[in-house]
């Protein structure tokens, strides 16, 4: 895998443009792999889109309602909706009265399946698809959590938990009013690269304060932390290409509410401006 480090981005900041891959929709491209085309990327649909002749991709795709009700195959999609379709999965049936907003991950570029079924059928080997999955319905899991997190009052909703590499996506939420206990505490790294586009809320840690729009993809191996949040937050969260392991530093790192906004990006990321959040008086 080749994706260049991006932590983070407001995805506010980015504009939307037209989509090559994809005739009439727009995208903002949140990461790329240079060697295989994945990506990850939020798609837009207009109002009165429409196709009805199934369609199936070369990739596995995971993806994540952010915005807009629609239909899909046989199913109603909301915000909160998630589905995996492995390649090959057909998608038709497709009509959005509303415009739409769609968080997307493809783990190989999103050709389409005839373009490379060879290729597309290793790739959706030993997966099952989720069709739908509307996150609203499940409970939150407040019962596994990494003692080191405890300052965070966190809970997970598991969506998926990948077959053949163990990769998890989950929904991760924290509690108003959380920081390391004495505002200090040790740095967590990864040894997979560790994705997230923040849902809601806020979340501070060592490179700035993450808002709703948030998303970063950051390489193994990096450490990072400590964090804490003065509303709570919800993220969506993946752990790519393997298991979620936290590894601990042994040193203590301070934590603060403000901190500066230091961000990692790649040149080719090219922001229009800067996302200020608004005061809440
Ligand atoms: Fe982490």
Not at 186 to 195: A, D, G, I, R
Not at 245 to 267: R, S
Request: charged share 20%; with cysteine.
């Amino acid at each position: 895998m080749s994706r260049d480090h991006v932590e983070f981005v407001q995805a506010q900041e980015l504009a939307w443009e037209a989509d090559p891959v994809f005739p009439g929709l727009e995208r903002k491209l949140l990461s790329v792999d240079h060697d295989t085309g994945a990506r990850t990327q939020l798609q837009r649909y207009p109002e009165g889109y429409q196709r009805s002749d199934p369609q199936g991709l070369a990739c596995n795709e995971e993806f994540f309602v952010l915005e807009g009700c629609f239909y899909l195959n046989q199913f109603v999609y909301s915000p909160g909706c998630y589905g995996f379709f492995p390649a090959g999965f057909e998608r038709s049936k497709c009509y959005m009265p509303e415009n739409a907003v769609v968080l997307r991950f493809f783990d190989h570029e999103p050709a389409l399946y005839s373009s490379d079924k060879a290729g597309a059928d290793a790739r959706a080997q030993g997966r099952e698809a989720i069709p739908c999955l509307d996150t609203y319905r499940m409970s939150w899991d407040t019962t596994v959590h990494d003692v080191r997190l405890t300052h965070l009052g966190l809970a997970r909703k598991n969506l998926r938990i990948d077959p053949v590499t163990g990769q998890r996506t989950f929904l991760f939420m924290t509690s108003p009013q959380s920081h390391p206990i004495n505002f200090r505490g040790l740095q967590e790294s990864h040894p997979t690269p560790e994705e997230s586009y923040q849902i809601s809320g806020d979340l501070s840690g060592h490179l700035g304060t993450m808002h709703a729009g948030a998303y970063f993809w950051r390489p193994p191996h990096i450490p990072h932390g400590p964090f804490g949040t003065r509303g709570g937050s919800v993220s969506l969260i993946r752990f790519v290409e393997g298991e979620h392991v936290n590894i601990w530093t042994d040193e203590q790192h301070a934590f603060n509410y403000n901190p500066p906004y230091q961000p990692v990006l790649p040149d080719w990321m090219e922001r229009k401006g800067r996302f200020r959040p608004a005061p809440n008086y």
